[in-house]
């Protein structure tokens, strides 16, 4: 079946550092890619997606490319801040069968950046 | 409008107790989800409503029983719970279920419950 994988955290970073976080997937046929994000207490937000190979998603200055050669959508940002602290989902939609249209996340990378 | 509104936002219920969440979303979206969240763990598909018909059912136990009056509203009926289903519960919505694919998913802010 579809996975996700994610870099394991916590990430703590500095305020103006760079931002990487790793995510490759399993899935058949041509599933599209999200990221999301989760502030503390609340629901989750779609940051970005992808939805064919080489596509590049882009937000509030958060960049992933959905490279289909490695399976992966690893997530960018050059200068985080510390309104970005939060939790970031990666997930996938599938394409095949019984997974169409359904969300597989990974475990989630808490991210926390120190002024 | 391009939310989705969960209510309540916190619930403490008995294990005997009989209680509902509601969902509402007024962006036309004609397939909705429910899904569970444990701490620190992602969040859990548990029902598909795709045009008001329950498409997807996770395995979930009965004492969790949704509904789907409208194509705007989803309720969640919960009957006899656990401590163990003490978690945030997520709705979703999506234009449809296929569109999901390439759409993503809007999801509301959550309920938190309590099973005490």
């Known amino acids: 079946g579809d996975s996700v994988t994610q870099m394991e955290g916590p990430v703590t970073l500095s305020e103006e550092a760079f931002l990487t976080i790793n995510c490759t997937y399993t899935?058949?046929?041509?599933?599209?890619l999200f990221w999301y994000v989760q502030y503390p207490g609340e629901g989750l937000q779609l940051l970005l997606k992808?939805?064919?190979?080489?596509d590049k998603g882009s937000n509030k200055g958060f960049e992933a490319t959905y490279r289909k050669e490695t399976t992966s959508f690893h997530l960018e940002k050059g200068s985080v801040q510390v309104s970005d602290s939060a939790v970031y989902f990666c997930?996938?939609?599938?394409?095949?069968?019984?997974?169409?249209?359904?969300?597989?996340f990974g475990q989630g990378t808490i991210l926390t950046v120190h002024p | 409008d391009t939310e989705v509104t969960q209510t309540p936002k916190h619930l403490v219920m008995g294990m005997t107790n009989k209680k509902s969440l509601k969902c509402e979303q007024h962006?036309?979206?004609?397939?909705m989800y429910w899904y569970k969240q444990k701490a620190k763990k992602p969040p859990e598909l548990m029902f598909v409503?795709?045009?008001?018909?329950?498409?997807i059912n996770e395995s979930v136990p009965s004492r969790f029983s949704p509904e789907c009056p409208n194509s705007s509203l989803l309720n969640l009926h919960l009957h006899a719970l656990q401590p163990e289903d003490s978690a945030l519960y997520l709705c979703?919505?999506?234009?449809?279920?296929?569109?999901?694919?390439?759409?993503?998913?809007?999801f509301g802010s959550g309920t938190r419950l309590t099973v005490v």
């Open positions: 979703a919505s999506s234009p449809t279920d296929l569109d999901s694919q390439s759409y993503g998913y809007t």
């Open positions: 899935a058949t046929g041509y599933p599209s």
């Open positions: 992808a939805t064919k190979a080489d």
């Open positions: 997930a996938l939609s599938g394409s095949g069968g019984t997974s169409y249209g359904k969300l597989t």
């Open positions: 962006m036309g979206h004609r397939a």
């Open positions: 409503y795709s045009y008001e018909k329950l498409s």
